[in-house]
């Protein structure tokens, strides 16, 4: 006999909906107190202040909306005599990826403390304090948080909101801003769309729109942008994707606030933009395609980075999203680099920064450490808080304006540690580096490792005709953004690729691509000196095996093979359907069910034009 489908529960959700929030919340209050059991407080008129106006637009006056405390504790280290009555001074505790577990308090009750009495004494020098949280807000598992459904994710879900807010609105009145990240619209047994989804987080966080604006000083604004599709997305539910209005708004707060008007704007994103020079990163985002703000879109993923080009105003971006430390200079990237490390990096007049994480059970380095951000009419201070170490607190970089336009950053240490392997440092490829290889895009045949096989040490990379970047890293080959060379993608994964070489040939007429739409190229023809050619990129072995890596339909090659969530879940009971089928219908045994069920997938499996077989191991004839 079939055992109860899931279905059958799923049916009852919504309608158990209200039980179970008031059951969670039994769980979380005393049954005779009347008062929850969390160790912080809540002011919710302090929440209040950190709302988002519909456009946006929300400001710190003098002091905050709140009424300076005292402030006994002096061991902060933060020197804000300095500060004291500046009207350009600010001072912001930037919060990553909190991954809330119901379960675990101690580390955000930990690191709360240390950020308070920071941000306390600053509100006493000058009054202009606020707290910005990355994003990421809950855990990604479940956390016995819903008995009677007890596969539900806890992240994305109202009580995990509610609960954020209440974390976040307990800094003793001073005010928080937030934006959603990759695992905040994950509520998927709670809510069928993204905007059921994204209503709630703005309601619990008591936002309108899901960006953010607020003017923390005179002349100085941190603005953050959300990511809003999971459900939807194209690819990978884990890609931060910042929808087009928001980016339309972005792009419109910044030609309004100019930097030769004096205006100064910090960032925050939950995912860091292509082209900000942030190397420590996890290698799984970078092979999946969830790196970058926009990643699987050529061009919003490219966006940001014209917007910091050309928007002086922008001087520094914060981001989370890699779970990895603030240990090294490479999780600090300036605006301009030293001649000898290479070219211009043109990443306009911004400082990008990547920030740690607070709770233990969600570092991938071991480090918990939150950011600092500190600053004036001079310039700024990046510092770490580090929750491993009673909250001392350590500055990573110094940047000084120069003038509206230009700014000159200076390390204060040396990387910390590297001993360990949980990162994936990506080599950042540079024009005339070693690695190019020269040729590519122009000759007829290019051997691009002729001397030996690849190995997990070769580095290098090349251009093609038409303009995209490859590369070998770690022994899989990788596409590079053409204009920024950040990473995109895999292209082939190095069980496929050591031990081969690879060849990059002419395979066909050279092309001219124009675009008659756009305005001015009515009859437009090829220039007599263009040259992009259509090539083939394969790889070989000793025994002659050639492998042709066919490019995707838009010409990018690395690979979009990971779905999003929702897709591979129905995929996924799709399995579990045929695995009852075997079991109850056919007699099947469990292990051998398992060993009999195979999945098939399309859209392209041949080059063939007649649609004959779905073997995608079908041999070329």
């Known amino acids: 006999m079939r055992p109860q489908g899931k279905n059958t529960i799923l049916m009852h959700r919504r309608t158990n909906h209200l039980v179970l929030l008031i059951f969670a ?28 106006t519909i456009n946006g637009d929300s400001t710190i006056n003098g002091a905050n909306g709140s009424t300076p405390t005292s402030n006994d504790d002096s061991n902060n280290d933060t020197d ?14 930037i919060i990553g990826d909190l991954h809330i577990d119901p379960r675990k308090f101690d580390d955000y009750e930990t690191g709360r403390s240390h950020l308070l009495p920071i941000l306390q004494s600053a509100r006493e020098a000058h009054g202009n304090v606020a707290v910005v949280s990355l994003g990421d807000l809950g855990e990604s598992k479940n956390c016995d948080h819903n008995p009677a459904l007890p596969s539900e994710l806890y992240a994305g879900t109202t009580l995990c909101h509610e609960t954020a807010a209440e974390f976040l609105g307990s800094f003793d009145g001073v005010p928080y801003e937030v934006i959603g990240g990759n695992h905040d619209l994950e509520g998927i ?17 008591g936002k309108q729109v899901p960006q953010f604006a607020r003017q923390v000083a005179e002349k100085t604004y941190i603005v953050g942008l959300c990511s809003t599709i999971f459900r939807d997305a194209a690819y990978t539910s884990h890609e931060v994707i910042i929808d087009d209005t928001q980016i339309a708004w972005f792009e419109d707060f910044c030609r309004t606030h100019p930097a030769d008007e004096g205006w100064k704007v910090f960032v925050f994103t939950h995912a860091p933009p292509n082209g900000s020079g942030l190397r420590v990163l996890q290698e799984n985002h970078v092979v999946n395609g969830c790196c970058w ?34 240990d090294y200079q490479d999780s600090i990237s300036f605006p301009t680099i030293e001649p000898s490390e290479g070219p211009y990096p043109d990443r306009g007049s911004c400082v990008f920064a990547q920030t740690s994480v607070m709770r233990g059970g969600t570092s991938r380095d071991g480090r918990q450490q939150s950011r600092l951000l500190r600053g004036n009419k001079d310039g700024f201070e990046i510092c770490t808080v580090d929750h491993q170490k009673d909250g001392k607190v350590r500055l990573d970089a110094s940047i000084t ?29 540079t024009e005339g580096d070693m690695g190019q290889i020269c040729g590519a895009e122009s000759e007829e045949c290019v051997l691009v490792n002729e001397s030996e096989p690849i190995t997990t040490e070769t580095t290098t990379w090349w251009r093609l005709s038409c303009g995209r970047v490859l590369g070998v890293l770690n022994g899989m080959l990788l596409e590079y953004d053409k204009s920024t060379l950040a990473p995109l993608g895999l292209v082939v994964s190095a069980d496929e690729l050591l031990g081969r070489r690879i060849a990059v040939l002419d395979s066909g007429i050279e092309e001219c691509e124009i675009d008659f739409d ?42 979009k093979i990971v779905r999003n969530k929702i897709a591979r879940m129905k ?48 041999q070329i004839k």
């Open 25 to 52: 919340a039994l769980l979380q209050c005393g049954p005779l107190s009347g008062t929850c059991a969390h160790a912080f407080a809540v002011d919710r008129r302090r929440m209040a202040l950190s709302s988002t």
């Open 80 to 93: 804000d005599d300095q500060y004291r009555d500046d009207p350009t001074a600010f001072t912001l505790g």
């Open 189 to 205: 047994d709670e809510f069928r769309t993204d905007a059921e989804n994204l209503d709630v987080f703005l309601k619990c966080h």
């Open 293 to 326: 703000l926009n990643h699987s879109d050529e061009k919003n993923c490219r966006k940001f980075i014209e917007l910091v080009r050309e928007h002086r105003c922008i001087k520094g971006w914060f981001s989370g999203h890699f779970h990895l430390g603030q």
């Open 401 to 429: 304006y120069k003038d509206d336009s230009h700014e000159v950053g200076v390390y204060a240490h040396d990387d910390v540690a590297y001993a360990h392997d949980q990162y994936f440092k990506v080599y950042m490829p």
């Open 518 to 559: 756009k305005p001015g190229m009515e009859g437009a023809e090829c220039a007599d000196d263009y040259n992009e050619r259509e090539q083939a990129v394969i790889m070989y072995d000793e025994d002659n095996n050639v492998t042709v890596i066919q490019p995707n339909e838009d010409g990018s090659y690395w690979r």
């Open 571 to 618: 995929e996924r009971r799709r399995e579990l359907a045929a695995l009852e089928f075997l079991k109850y219908d056919l007699g099947v045994g469990e292990n051998a069910a398992k060993e009999h069920v195979k999945s098939s997938w399309g859209p392209y499996v041949t080059t063939s034009g007649v649609a004959k077989s779905t073997n995608a191991k079908e």
